[in-house]
């Protein structure tokens, strides 16, 4: 089930991959720091990240091009809460998202949030790369880097930090306007901010080496990527994004190199669900680089088995995105054959079935695999999907509405249930179900506008007018909220 992106928004800097070397520390002493990445409670709250936070989340939503794809979506998030679990002085929740930007790039804010540019996955090899780019991001949030410069430029310049930071708030909102606003706050405090940075960079490294090693991958894996990035530069007329305005010194790469020199040799056997991610982000949604993934599809057609079978797998994108169903099929179907709880392989059938109008074979396939995997959120979401394009309305509504209750920040459920009960002519939950997409973009305006609308069509002093004029008194409540954060 594929899902399709937003507009573009650019990455901010309030938290990056690269900025300034560490210094070399063994094993021993390294593990033994003192913790001092969770002061700043005299700026913010826990409580007050986490609203500011949900705030940058739904403006991310209304702006960015995110990449709602449910497989990938949960590969990352499997992959990042790996490393939370691993990770020390978590204090909040955390979710991981996957931006469509072809320029490498990683960042962090408010609330335990992380953003991940697909370009990550053109550029890793392999998933300890990956990781550690992921386990620098979750360091900058325990550590609670942000609210900490916060507190640091409130101290040092109070009326000009409290400018830039409404800036990037409106950066984020409105990218051409929120950039003219930040060049115009900042140059008074750049200097300090750089320098405080750089710290954060320093403890983000050395934290983000042991989380990496504690989650079982290998510390190798931070250096490796950083001479990537190296290699990018040294060769391409063009550095990449990041290190156009943070750039990487010889020093740091050397110090990532010694610290995990420092740990026993690991080795990692490569991941099946890395590789399928990697050639399906390629295949799906950076079609550009078409000539790009066919080298690679063709390499790992000669290497080990798990990269035979993401060629194959691969391949298999390649003649579905081309609208070559048939053969497609023909490369799925062994492959299911041995591997039939096979979710990439599952997922990637059911689309199959439905473009060749085969959805009872869809449906049977995924609800004899959510026997097995009954909690599955990919699963669920495709069988509601087929189940719609079926003309099966009231069992996908069915479904749905659990499906919603329990990821009501997935925009995907929603538009489906808007989608389900359209069919049934209920439009009262259609336009409830569509004030919910639009409240998770933040366009809490048109989700009261559509709240009202669902409360006048249905029966006065209702179960369902109750319901809905409550919701409206949520979000205007949290529009109220939210508003200091545009000023």
């Given at each position: 089930?594929?899902?399709?992106?937003?507009k573009?928004?650019?990455?901010?800097?309030?938290s990056?991959?690269?900025?300034?070397?560490?210094?070399v520390l063994?094993?021993?002493?390294?593990?033994?720091?003192?913790?001092?990445?969770?002061?700043?409670?005299?700026?913010?709250?826990?409580?007050?990240?986490?609203?500011?936070?949900d705030?940058y989340?739904?403006?991310?939503?209304a702006n960015?091009?995110l990449?709602?794809?449910?497989?990938?979506?949960?590969?990352i998030n499997?992959?990042?809460?790996?490393?939370v679990a691993?990770?020390?002085?978590v204090?909040?929740?955390?979710?991981?998202?996957?931006?469509?930007?072809?320029?490498?790039?990683?960042y962090a804010?408010?609330?335990g949030?992380?953003?991940?540019?697909?370009?990550?996955?053109r550029?890793?090899?392999?998933e300890?790369?990956?990781?550690?780019?992921?386990?620098?991001?979750?360091?900058?949030v325990?550590q609670?880097?942000?609210?900490?410069?916060?507190?640091?430029?409130?101290?040092?310049?109070?009326?000009?930090?409290?400018?830039?930071?409404?800036?990037?708030?409106?950066?984020?909102?409105?990218?051409?306007?929120?950039m003219?606003?930040l060049?115009?706050?900042?140059a008074?405090?750049?200097q300090?901010?750089?320098?405080f940075?750089?710290s954060?960079?320093?403890?983000?490294?050395r934290?983000g080496?042991?989380?990496?090693?504690?989650?079982?991958f290998?510390?190798?894996?931070?250096?490796d990527?950083?001479?990537?990035l190296a290699?990018?530069t040294?060769?391409s007329?063009?550095?990449?994004?990041?290190?156009?305005?943070?750039?990487?010194?010889?020093?740091?790469?050397?110090?990532?190199?010694?610290r995990?020199?420092?740990?026993?040799a690991r080795?990692?056997?490569q991941?099946?669900d890395?590789?399928?991610a990697?050639?399906?982000?390629?295949?799906?949604?950076?079609?550009e680089?078409?000539s790009?993934?066919?080298?690679?599809?063709?390499?790992?057609?000669?290497?080990?088995?798990?990269?035979?079978?993401?060629?194959?797998?691969g391949k298999?994108?390649?003649?579905?995105?081309?609208?070559k169903?048939?053969?497609?099929?023909?490369?799925?179907?062994p492959?299911l054959a041995?591997?039939p709880?096979n979710?990439w392989?599952?997922?990637?059938m059911?689309?199959?079935d439905?473009?060749?109008?085969?959805?009872?074979?869809?449906?049977?396939?995924?609800?004899?695999?959510l026997?097995?995997?009954?909690?599955?959120l990919?699963?669920?979401?495709?069988?509601?999907?087929?189940?719609?394009?079926?003309?099966?309305y009231q069992?996908?509504?069915?479904?749905?509405?659990?499906?919603t209750?329990n990821?009501?920040?997935?925009p995907n459920?929603?538009?489906?249930?808007?989608?389900?009960?359209?069919?049934?002519?209920?439009?009262?939950e259609?336009?409830s179900?569509?004030?919910?997409e639009?409240?998770?973009?933040g366009?809490?305006?048109?989700?009261?506008?559509?709240l009202?609308?669902?409360?006048?069509l249905?029966?006065?002093?209702s179960?369902d007018?109750e319901r809905?004029?409550?919701?409206?008194d949520?979000?205007?409540?949290?529009?109220?909220?939210?508003?200091q954060?545009?000023?």
């Amino acid at each position: 089930m594929k899902i399709m992106s937003n507009k573009f928004l650019p990455a901010i800097f309030v938290s990056t991959l690269l900025l300034a070397h560490s210094p070399v520390l063994s094993a021993s002493i390294e593990d033994s720091l003192p913790d001092i990445g969770t002061t700043a409670g005299s700026t913010l709250s826990i409580n007050q990240e986490l609203a500011m936070g949900d705030f940058y989340a739904r403006q991310m939503r209304a702006n960015a091009p995110l990449i709602y794809d449910p497989l990938l979506i949960q590969y990352i998030n499997t992959l990042g809460q790996k490393l939370v679990a691993h990770a020390d002085s978590v204090k909040t929740p955390f979710h991981f998202y996957l931006v469509n930007n072809p320029n490498i790039n990683a960042y962090a804010f408010f609330g335990g949030n992380v953003v991940l540019h697909a370009a990550l996955f053109r550029y890793s090899r392999n998933e300890s790369e990956l990781a550690s780019v992921i386990a620098h991001e979750i360091s900058h949030v325990t550590q609670r880097h942000l609210a900490r410069m916060m507190e640091d430029q409130q101290r040092k310049a109070p009326l000009a930090w409290a400018g830039t930071l409404g800036s990037i708030l409106l950066l984020m909102a409105n990218p051409q306007a929120g950039m003219a606003a930040l060049s115009g706050t900042i140059a008074g405090v750049q200097q300090g901010m750089i320098s405080f940075t750089q710290s954060n960079e320093q403890e983000a490294d050395r934290i983000g080496m042991q989380t990496l090693r504690k989650a079982g991958f290998d510390p190798q894996g931070m250096p490796d990527f950083m001479q990537i990035l190296a290699d990018q530069t040294r060769y391409s007329s063009k550095p990449p994004e990041i290190l156009l305005t943070h750039p990487l010194p010889d020093s740091r790469l050397a110090d990532a190199r010694n610290r995990a020199n420092q740990y026993p040799a690991r080795r990692v056997p490569q991941s099946q669900d890395f590789l399928f991610a990697k050639v399906r982000i390629i295949g799906m949604y950076t079609t550009e680089q078409r000539s790009y993934l066919e080298q690679i599809l063709e390499n790992y057609r000669k290497g080990t088995a798990k990269e035979q079978l993401a060629s194959a797998y691969g391949k298999a994108i390649l003649f579905s995105q081309d609208k070559k169903y048939a053969e497609a099929r023909a490369i799925l179907e062994p492959l299911l054959a041995k591997q039939p709880d096979n979710i990439w392989f599952i997922d990637m059938m059911t689309d199959i079935d439905i473009e060749q109008n085969r959805t009872a074979q869809a449906i049977t396939r995924l609800q004899n695999a959510l026997q097995k995997q009954k909690d599955n959120l990919v699963l669920q979401i495709n069988l509601a999907n087929t189940l719609i394009r079926a003309k099966q309305y009231q069992q996908a509504e069915k479904l749905l509405y659990r499906y919603t209750f329990n990821n009501p920040d997935d925009p995907n459920g929603w538009h489906l249930m808007a989608e389900a009960a359209a069919q049934q002519g209920k439009r009262h939950e259609e336009l409830s179900a569509y004030a919910e997409e639009m409240a998770l973009r933040g366009q809490f305006d048109n989700a009261i506008k559509y709240l009202s609308s669902a409360s006048s069509l249905v029966k006065l002093g209702s179960y369902d007018q109750e319901r809905y004029d409550a919701r409206i008194d949520q979000l205007r409540q949290l529009q109220q909220r939210y508003s200091q954060y545009k000023r």
